[in-house]
């Protein structure tokens, strides 16, 4: 069995439905704060499923999970997410995705279990010294949501050395779309991300989307980033499993698309692919927005045999008829 944390979040429970679709039996550990009890009873539908809600701040609750579960392997995606929320509260993001991750550590020793793929991400690289940005790029994290995470994969290392446990860090650039059939998709409150505040504008006709600056140093003055299918990243994590079955090894990997796209970009491709004329209006920069971000993921192709298969249409269609689904 493979244990899920955060399996009812939004990219956890994409990855579940990759497993499922594979054959695995899954334990889902989520304490729904972030997570959403609709989600799993959507995944129980597709397979075997087995559903703890607990917290991973509790060092027995996760213990007990692998003293009665047989788990082969950890997906790891528990923690907090803003970046905003960081910043403001970062005992919040120290104390949960720290002092979470190592309870979960501690449980996988207890039980000897060796094979780890856990959540990271770009932020842990900071501003981008140059672009495309490949693994090797200096990590500077800028707020305490990519320092819990940089600190994560330092432990990890550690862990490596001391205890034997293998893991597998993979970077994701921005996460986008939702499941193909539309029986999950990306639910985050507030919401935070820019495609689904581009649909939700749809939707919801009183709420006028934002772009979040028009004066930073790029060609037409928005954002660049690197918006990665949903299910492409659930793939990779598929991928990340048999790797560390294989080769028993550590190692950490980019995902993104190599292609940057800038606000103005993902908004105008919005209108087109779904035939709607969308409102919106230019406000400040929000703080601690980096100009541009994209990935080189050179190393996941060749060493996990990962490509990105789906464009940033496919996402933002997906995203839509998920949209479209919960009303
Ligand atoms: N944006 C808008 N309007 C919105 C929302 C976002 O203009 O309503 C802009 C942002 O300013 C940014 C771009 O759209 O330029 C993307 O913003 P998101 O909030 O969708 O994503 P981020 O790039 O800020 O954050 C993502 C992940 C984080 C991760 C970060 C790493 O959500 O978890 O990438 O840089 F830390």
Redesign the pocket.
């Known amino acids: 069995m493979i244990l899920i944390t955060g399996g009812a979040g939004y990219i956890g429970s994409h990855c579940a439905i990759n497993f499922l679709n594979a054959g695995y039996e899954l334990v889902i550990f989520d304490n729904l704060v972030n997570g959403r009890i609709e989600t799993v009873n959507s995944l129980k539908k597709i397979g075997n499923v087995k559903f703890i809600q607990g917290d991973l701040k509790n060092a027995e609750e996760i213990n007990n999970v692998f003293k009665e579960n047989k788990i082969d392997a950890v997906i790891h995606f528990a923690g907090y997410?803003e970046?905003e929320e960081s910043v403001k509260n970062p005992a919040k993001y120290y104390q949960n995705n720290i002092i979470g991750t190592l309870n979960l550590l501690d449980g996988m020793i207890k039980n000897n279990v060796k094979h780890i793929v856990f959540s990271s991400?770009?932020?842990v690289y900071g501003e981008a010294k140059y672009t495309p940005i490949d693994e090797n790029h200096p990590k500077n994290p800028v707020n305490p949501?990519?320092k819990t995470k940089l600190i994560i994969e330092k432990i990890l290392e550690d862990y490596d050395n001391a205890y034997g446990i293998k893991s597998i860090c993979l970077r994701y650039?921005?996460a986008a779309g939702a499941d193909s059939l539309s029986r999950i998709g990306e639910c985050h409150e507030p919401e935070?991300?820019?495609?689904p505040?581009i649909i939700k504008s749809i939707f919801k006709k009183e709420r006028t989307?934002?772009?979040?600056?028009t004066d930073y140093d790029t060609p037409d003055g928005?954002?660049i980033?690197d918006y990665i299918n949903v299910e492409d990243l659930a793939q990779a994590h598929h991928l990340a499993y048999l790797f560390l079955k294989e080769n028993n090894k550590s190692d950490c990997f980019n995902l993104g698309t190599e292609k940057g796209s800038s606000?103005k970009e993902v908004f105008n491709t919005a209108e087109n692919v779904t035939g709607e004329k969308i409102n919106y209006e230019i406000t400040q920069r929000?703080a601690g927005?980096?100009a541009i971000?994209y990935a080189d993921t050179t190393k996941a192709k060749k060493l996990l045999n990962w490509k990105c298969e789906k464009s940033l249409e496919e996402s933002i269609k997906s995203a839509y008829n998920w949209e479209k689904s919960q009303f």
């Open positions: 997410l970046v991400t770009c932020a949501y990519g650039f921005n935070i991300h820019l495609i505040n989307f934002k772009i979040f600056g928005t954002c980033r606000v929000r927005d980096p971000l």
